[in-house]
């Protein structure tokens, strides 16, 4: 477990051992004994979860069996029933409710989510500078210019007047992962964001999501039925299963040497 330590009325925390090997860096996500449940069902039961700084994790599985929840409580949309989330050497979620440090890393993680959730009488530029300033308090310079960079990131640049109505399937995906990079995260969470979208542009957003791992050091976690994208570009793949995690490992020891029935059944099911 991890040591606890008070430093005033901030409470921070060592990463906690964690029998995943380091590629890229230190810990940045530690999850421990979450469990979250709807209506008497429970969706998450006591998950232990770790990401390390600029990986990319895969998190696959059927659906309803807790991969999208795990996401959203990471990203303060749901707060679990019970356990610890440390981000980043900070405690902030304990005992069943958000920490003041929470507020403090919150920008640090971005969601993009399948439907873009763009606002349509918006352009790019305006969709992408709302929240940096009003929550960054950015001004309208300040925010362009931030704009700019974050669109040269994901090869849109040429869209910054755009509307969301003249874009594609993948354009409009390309602009709401721009838009999460606005408040510069240091971890992506992904949720099946290129389940709509044909093979050929699913493919190019997500090497926009590769390369931002490698030229950015972001760390990714990715909800995806895309098993030839998790075989290739992921550090880690995680496999829910029925609310837990049942197999977490590299993605060769996932798709060729598991011995997790579950597992290959379901792959079976979605083989690339």
Partial sequence: M??????????????ASSTITASHGEILVSARGLQKSF????????????????????????????????????????????????????VVFEDEERTDDWRDVESHVGMVFQTYTLWPHMDVLANLTLAPRKR?????????????????????????????????????????????????????????????????????????????????GIAVALVTHDMAFASKAADRVVFF??????VNATPDEAFNRSTNPELKKFVDAVRF
């Fill in 2 to 15: 991890s040591q606890l330590t008070n430093t005033g009325s901030r409470r921070r925390v060592e990463p």
């Fill in 136 to 216: 960054l308090g950015l001004s309208a310079a300040e925010a362009k210019e931030r704009a700019e960079v974050a669109l040269a990131e994901v090869g849109m640049s040429q869209h910054l007047r755009s509307r969301p109505s003249q874009l594609s399937g993948g354009e409009r995906q390309r602009v709401a992962i721009a838009r999460a990079l606005m408040m510069r995260p240091k971890l992506l969470l992904c949720d099946e964001i290129t389940s709509a979208l044909d093979p050929p542009v699913a493919a190019e957003v997500l090497e926009v999501l590769r390369r931002l791992k490698q030229e950015e």
């Fill in 241 to 246: 299963h029925e609310g837990e995690i049942a």
């Fill in 39 to 90: 209506n008497d069902r429970m969706i998450l039961k006591n998950v232990d979860f770790d990401m390390l700084a600029g990986d990319i994790t895969v998190i696959i599985g059927k659906s309803g069996s807790g991969k999208s929840t795990l996401l959203r409580a990471l990203a303060g949309l749901t707060d679990p029933d019970a356990g610890r989330i440390v981000f980043d050497g900070k």
